[in-house]
């Protein structure tokens, strides 16, 4: 069974290549993180993977309190390591 990505409407807000910068390394395997993540309803704390980052931000892959899979590029100080 496939996992549901979150819709657009509840996606975190994701940071635009002028941001994020480069260059990108993807990862060879994802690192499990705990990262602040920013929807229309707030700031939330979430555990997931980080599947790329470039000395600035790190591309992450969460789960929501609903089950269903979604990405977003963030600030590198809004993640740690689990």
């Given amino acids: 069974m496939a996992i549901e ?20 390394h993807q990862a060879d395997e994802p690192l499990p993180v705990a990262a602040w ?19 600035k931000a790190a591309r992450i892959r969460y789960v929501d309190e609903h089950g269903r899979e979604g990405y977003a590029r963030v600030w590198a100080n809004a993640v740690r390591r689990r």
């Fill in 5 to 24: 990505q979150v819709p657009l409407r509840d996606q975190a807000y994701s940071l635009g290549p002028a941001q994020y910068g480069l260059p990108i």
């Fill in 37 to 55: 993540i920013q929807t229309r309803a707030g700031h939330h704390l979430v555990e997931g993977v980080a599947v790329a980052w470039t000395p």
